[in-house]
């Protein structure tokens, strides 16, 4: 199969090449129909070239596909699990046909090139749905800039287990949870997983015991035990909650924390009802600096918030060509992993055999020979103690909040970061990768 295949420069004579099922496009998000009789010309340039692109990115799990414009091609390049990736080169006319086809299939005019567009496509593939969200981008030489972001609508949230939280962690969010008040917040740059840990918290709180609602859209999540709470929508957030204080609700699930309005407004409602939300920020301090500032008074940030948990995600090594190996003890006290630690796992690296000739590691179908297979989480948090609340209350900045708080012992993210690399979960390759920008 076709010019964008993983290997297909390389000959495999002895493996027949498997016939990959295409991805199937059906219609576009915004509902209009494409047309592909008025566009036949379009259709036959570029709807295979596409369905081929669009299958080959999400073989290989990709979040993003890109089709970049450079002079007399185009090249196309995949984002899987953060990292980059590198796809096959198109020709210019081959870049356009695929770019104008996922536009026409994605509801966008396609006679408009020198405007930005956005649009989707709901597609399936592998008995997996999707939503494509298409993009195009001018740019200066005329040309369009395309991406595919892909999201898998997969239904179900992912639990604070397959987040790889820490059974402290899970044990902190259940407490924080479980008082009838209090806000507790997942934070976080935006694409960091914050969004993720958001609902993974509310996974986390204790469903058999209390009432859960959620005045957030959950999209195409599918959570159990929570109950959709239809707001009116002429109420106000005070009034959306104080309805659910009185049908006794304990836990109520909200949409991010963005204003100081919105921020006002949960904190004249903490001590009522057990509030769960996300916030952008750039750490855990931070975020509760930011929280000061827009609700104006630090002694009511310092009682109304619980916790704070930020999330970072870390490639996990891939289980079918993962290396084992012996860690030197040196290494080891270095890192500060633990001191019976016998054996850690790496990306499959080269070898030499008796002979001396050096042994490629062998091709691994799982991983596209990228060495790792989806991600975890590695979380830091700050619970509001009582030093913190003090630290707060009397005016302590992000810096002071941060230090104390690693006083304190709570977790920082290399500290849970290593937990992974103890247990074979990743490597130590990639913590050094996640790193590097902070060291
Ligand atoms: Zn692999």
């Given at each position: 199969?076709?010019?964008?295949?993983?290997?297909?420069?390389?000959?495999?004579?002895?493996?027949?090449?498997?016939?990959?099922?295409?991805?199937?496009?059906?219609?576009?998000?915004?509902?209009?129909?494409?047309?592909?009789?008025?566009?036949?010309?379009?259709?036959?340039?570029?709807?295979?070239?596409?369905?081929?692109?669009?299958?080959?990115?999400?073989?290989?799990?990709?979040?993003?596909?890109?089709?970049?414009?450079?002079?007399?091609?185009?090249?196309?390049?995949?984002?899987?699990?953060?990292?980059?990736?590198?796809?096959?080169?198109?020709?210019?006319?081959?870049?356009?046909?695929?770019?104008?086809?996922?536009?026409?299939?994605?509801?966008?005019?396609?006679?408009?090139?020198?405007?930005?567009?956005?649009?989707?496509?709901?597609?399936?593939?592998?008995?997996?749905?999707?939503?494509?969200?298409?993009?195009?981008?001018?740019?200066?030489?005329?040309?369009?800039?395309?991406?595919?972001?892909?999201?898998?609508?997969?239904g179900a949230i992912v639990t604070p287990d397959e987040l790889g939280m820490s059974a402290d962690l899970k044990k902190k969010i259940r407490e924080w949870t479980s008082h009838h008040k209090g806000l507790s917040l997942s934070v976080g740059a935006p694409n960091t997983g914050v969004t993720t840990t958001a609902f993974g918290m509310l996974r986390g709180v204790d469903c058999y015991m209390f009432?859960?609602?959620?005045?957030?859209?959950?999209?195409?999540?599918?959570?159990?035990?929570?109950?959709?709470?239809?707001?009116?929508?002429?109420?106000?957030?005070?009034?959306?909650?104080?309805?659910?204080?009185?049908?006794?609700?304990?836990?109520?699930?909200?949409?991010?924390?963005?204003?100081?309005?919105?921020?006002?407004?949960?904190?004249?409602?903490?001590?009522?009802?057990?509030?769960?939300?996300?916030?952008?920020?750039?750490?855990?301090?931070?975020?509760?600096?930011?929280?000061?500032?827009?609700?104006?008074?630090?002694?009511?940030?310092?009682?109304?918030?619980?916790?704070?948990?930020?999330?970072?995600?870390?490639?996990?090594?891939?289980?079918?060509?993962?290396?084992?190996?012996?860690?030197?003890?040196?290494?080891?006290?270095?890192?500060?992993?633990?001191?019976?630690?016998?054996?850690?796992?790496?990306?499959?690296?080269?070898?030499?055999?008796?002979?001396?000739?050096?042994?490629?590691?062998?091709?691994?179908?799982?991983?596209?020979?990228?060495?790792?297979?989806?991600?975890?989480?590695?979380?830091?948090?700050?619970?509001?103690?009582?030093?913190?609340?003090?630290?707060?209350?009397?005016?302590?900045?992000?810096?002071?909040?941060?230090?104390?708080?690693?006083?304190?012992?709570?977790?920082?993210?290399?500290?849970?970061?290593?937990?992974?690399?103890?247990?074979?979960?990743?490597?130590?390759?990639?913590?050094?990768?996640?790193?590097?920008?902070?060291?």
């Amino acid at each position: 199969m076709g010019m964008f295949s993983r290997r297909a420069e390389e000959d495999d004579d002895d493996e027949d090449e498997e016939e990959i099922e295409l991805v199937l496009f059906q219609g576009a998000l915004n509902g209009k129909e494409p047309n592909m009789k008025e566009n036949q010309r379009l259709v036959q340039a570029g709807l295979n070239p596409a369905k081929e692109l669009v299958t080959d990115g999400l073989a290989r799990r990709a979040e993003t596909i890109r089709v970049e414009p450079k002079g007399e091609r185009s090249q196309v390049a995949f984002l899987v699990d953060g990292m980059p990736y590198a796809g096959g080169k198109l020709t210019k006319p081959q870049g356009l046909a695929i770019t104008q086809m996922l536009k026409l299939l994605a509801g966008l005019d396609i006679k408009v090139r020198t405007q930005p567009q956005m649009g989707g496509i709901k597609a399936e593939f592998n008995e997996l749905k999707y939503e494509l969200v298409v993009q195009t981008k001018p740019q200066p030489d005329g040309s369009e800039l395309l991406t595919i972001k892909c999201r898998a609508l997969k239904g179900a949230i992912v639990t604070p287990d397959e987040l790889g939280m820490s059974a402290d962690l899970k044990k902190k969010i259940r407490e924080w949870t479980s008082h009838h008040k209090g806000l507790s917040l997942s934070v976080g740059a935006p694409n960091t997983g914050v969004t993720t840990t958001a609902f993974g918290m509310l996974r986390g709180v204790d469903c058999y015991m209390f009432q859960v609602h959620t005045v957030r859209d959950l999209g195409t999540r599918e959570v159990v035990n929570v109950s959709v709470f239809e707001a009116n929508k002429e109420d106000s957030l005070e009034q959306t909650l104080t309805r659910l204080v009185r049908i006794e609700s304990d836990v109520v699930f909200n949409e991010p924390v963005t204003s100081a309005e919105a921020a006002k407004t949960l904190f004249s409602m903490q001590d009522k009802i057990t509030l769960l939300s996300e916030m952008p920020a750039k750490d855990c301090a931070s975020a509760i600096v930011q929280l000061v500032q827009w609700v104006g008074d630090p002694s009511v940030v310092a009682n109304g918030l619980m916790g704070v948990i930020n999330t970072k995600l870390l490639r996990k090594i891939c289980p079918d060509c993962k290396q084992a190996y012996r860690p030197n003890p040196k290494l080891i006290a270095k890192v500060g992993l633990p001191s019976d630690t016998k054996t850690l796992y790496r990306k499959p690296v080269a070898t030499e055999n008796e002979e001396g000739e050096v042994e490629e590691p062998p091709p691994c179908e799982k991983c596209g020979d990228t060495g790792y297979f989806g991600r975890t989480g590695i979380f830091e948090y700050i619970e509001m103690s009582d030093a913190i609340k003090e630290c707060v209350i009397q005016g302590g900045d992000a810096n002071a909040i941060r230090t104390l708080a690693r006083k304190e012992g709570m977790s920082t993210f290399s500290k849970d970061a290593l937990r992974h690399v103890a247990k074979g979960v990743t490597s130590l390759e990639e913590l050094q990768r996640v790193f590097k920008p902070v060291a």
